[in-house]
């Protein structure tokens, strides 16, 4: 069994990925907007790209295989509607938001190193994981490729804003924790007894994650949102009591446009949640941001709100599933009345139809096994899962690298 894992290599993973849609370093960030509006995706790669004089006058961080023959094109990180939002939201942008939109996208890149890394094809199974528990996020992967003179003269006609990465022949695509953990569900009867195992047995529930209380202006929480967001998690939503509310999570504020920068800037964490929840933001919170924005002084970022904010209601939400882990061997059901609110949450008419996600937050229990974990969090496509006692207390969280660790362990163990 081990054996068949250990000789499995990244490309077995790639198979029918898409290739990656890309920006260049110096694609502004209104640029950016338009081409995340119009993604099926919730992240766009961004990449430098390095020529000589051959390379295609017109090259918007674009390569192709005629005119790339020296250089190299690299992937140096990822943007998301989160990171356009969080940006807005700081105090020299807030006064003249359109003037913040006319910088390069590489103001939105954190200075974190490793959070992308090239990989070749032929790379194991296990280095990837252990590229993933060091800290990298994405790992691009090169897809080969062959492009005819006619499909590159059409490939060069179709060049927009977001068109995919070629560079000598070669189209990329990145893998994810989540691709991983997919994989590993697929051949999960390989490790039995360990699925069937408690998080709470297997001990990797966490108890370092951020929260913020319901109460709270959001605004005073934007470095631990932007932070949830570089490390792929979220921001419990709790009160006095330490209940679990709900939570501030960058998977859900993804799902929305730039114009909630006004709602952090102005309401309160529980507040805030309503806003972004299901169904678009209730009319009286639309009018208290509006009525604090001018207060404040900010006409500026009044005018952007009122020019991006579209509140239809009738863009589609994909209803979300049970808020706990189904896991029959504990008999365990989750409390997650005290979680859940009504309401469908509504994107701006200028998305495209994807699945947005609701601010109630995802449960289960220290007692739910590790398979039901990674069923509920693949459903939900998350990288985590709130662990929550009977009285809905927050008790930890439980991550994808940590789940990750176990299965690295497991092959060790089995080699």
Same mark, same amino acid.
């Given at each position: 069994?081990?054996?068949?894992?250990?000789?499995?290599?990244?490309?077995?993973?790639?198979?029918?990925?898409?290739?990656?849609?890309?920006?260049?370093?110096?694609?502004?960030?209104?640029?950016?907007?338009?081409?995340?509006?119009?993604?099926?995706?919730?992240?766009?790669?961004?990449?430098?790209?390095?020529?000589?004089?051959?390379?295609?006058?017109? #090259?918007?961080?674009?390569?192709?295989?005629?005119?790339?023959?020296?250089?190299?094109?690299?992937?140096?990180?990822?943007?998301?509607?989160?990171?356009?939002?969080? &940006?807005?939201?700081?105090?020299?942008?807030?006064? =003249?938001?359109?003037?913040?939109?006319?910088?390069?996208?590489?103001?939105?890149?954190?200075?974190?190193?490793?959070?992308?890394?090239?990989?070749?094809?032929?790379?194991?199974?296990?280095?990837?994981?252990?590229?993933?528990?060091?800290?990298?996020?994405?790992?691009?992967?090169?897809?080969?490729?062959? #492009?005819?003179?006619?499909?590159?003269?059409?490939?060069?006609?179709? %060049? =927009?804003?977001?068109?995919?990465?070629?560079?000598?022949?070669?189209?990329?695509?990145? %893998?994810?924790? @989540?691709?991983?953990?997919?994989?590993?569900?697929?051949?999960?009867?390989?490790?039995?007894?360990?699925?069937?195992?408690?998080?709470?047995?297997?001990?990797?529930?966490?108890?370092? #994650?951020?929260?913020?209380?319901?109460?709270?202006?959001?605004?005073?929480?934007?470095?631990?949102?932007?932070?949830? %967001?570089?490390?792929?998690?979220?921001?419990?939503?709790?009160?006095?009591?330490?209940?679990?509310?709900? @939570?501030?999570?960058?998977?859900?504020?993804?799902?929305?446009?730039?114009?909630?920068?006004?709602?952090?800037?102005?309401?309160?964490?529980?507040?805030?949640?309503?806003?972004?929840?299901?169904?678009?933001?209730?009319?009286?919170?639309?009018?208290?941001?509006?009525?604090?924005?001018?207060?404040?002084?900010?006409?500026?970022? %009044?005018?952007?709100?009122?020019?991006?904010?579209?509140?239809?209601?009738?863009? =589609?939400?994909?209803?979300?599933?049970?808020?706990?882990?189904?896991?029959?061997?504990?008999?365990?059901?989750?409390?997650?009345?005290?979680?859940?609110?009504?309401?469908?949450?509504?994107?701006?008419?200028? &998305?495209?139809?994807?699945?947005?996600?609701?601010?109630?937050?995802?449960?289960?229990?220290?007692?739910?096994?590790?398979?039901?974990?990674?069923?509920?969090?693949?459903?939900?496509?998350?990288?985590?899962?709130?662990?929550?006692?009977?009285?809905?207390?927050?008790?930890?969280?439980?991550?994808?690298?940590?789940?990750?660790?176990?299965?690295?362990?497991?092959?060790?163990?089995?080699?």
């Amino acid at each position: 069994m081990a054996v068949s894992l250990l000789a499995r290599e990244i490309s077995d993973l790639c198979l029918g990925k898409p290739a990656l849609r890309s920006l260049s370093l110096t694609t502004t960030i209104t640029e950016a907007l338009f081409a995340l509006k119009n993604s099926d995706d919730n992240f766009l790669s961004v990449w430098s790209c390095e020529h000589t004089a051959k390379t295609n006058k017109d #090259y918007r961080g674009n390569c192709e295989e005629d005119g790339c023959d020296v250089g190299e094109c690299k992937c140096v990180g990822k943007v998301s509607m989160v990171d356009v939002i969080c &940006y807005l939201c700081k105090d020299e942008n807030l006064l =003249s938001p359109s003037d913040a939109l006319k910088a390069p996208v590489s103001v939105l890149l954190p200075e974190i190193p490793g959070m992308v890394v090239h990989v070749e094809p032929t790379s194991s199974l296990l280095d990837a994981i252990d590229l993933i528990l060091q800290g990298a996020k994405n790992l691009v992967v090169p897809i080969k490729t062959r #492009y005819s003179s006619s499909s590159r003269r059409k490939q060069h006609q179709k %060049l =927009s804003i977001t068109s995919p990465t070629i560079h000598n022949g070669r189209e990329f695509c990145w %893998l994810t924790q @989540e691709d991983i953990i997919r994989f590993f569900l697929g051949s999960i009867g390989l490790f039995a007894p360990l699925p069937a195992l408690s998080i709470d047995t297997l001990g990797i529930i966490s108890t370092d #994650y951020l929260t913020i209380d319901y109460h709270s202006p959001a605004i005073s929480e934007l470095e631990a949102i932007s932070g949830s %967001l570089a490390d792929e998690n979220s921001v419990a939503v709790i009160d006095s009591d330490g209940i679990l509310i709900g @939570e501030l999570s960058p998977f859900t504020l993804a799902c929305c446009d730039e114009s909630v920068a006004a709602a952090i800037t102005t309401l309160s964490s529980g507040d805030l949640m309503a806003y972004i929840d299901c169904g678009g933001p209730p009319e009286d919170l639309v009018n208290l941001v509006m009525t604090r924005l001018k207060g404040r002084g900010l006409e500026a970022m %009044l005018q952007e709100f009122t020019n991006s904010s579209c509140y239809s209601t009738t863009s =589609s939400c994909h209803s979300q599933s049970s808020s706990s882990s189904s896991d029959e061997e504990s008999g365990s059901s989750t409390p997650v009345s005290a979680l859940q609110r009504p309401g469908k949450y509504s994107r701006s008419m200028s &998305y495209s139809a994807r699945m947005v996600r609701r601010a109630e937050a995802i449960v289960c229990h220290p007692k739910s096994s590790l398979v039901a974990v990674m069923i509920q969090a693949i459903a939900h496509r998350l990288n985590y899962v709130w662990v929550i006692e009977d009285d809905c207390s927050l008790v930890g969280i439980v991550r994808f690298c940590d789940v990750l660790k176990v299965f690295r362990e497991s092959i060790e163990d089995m080699a």
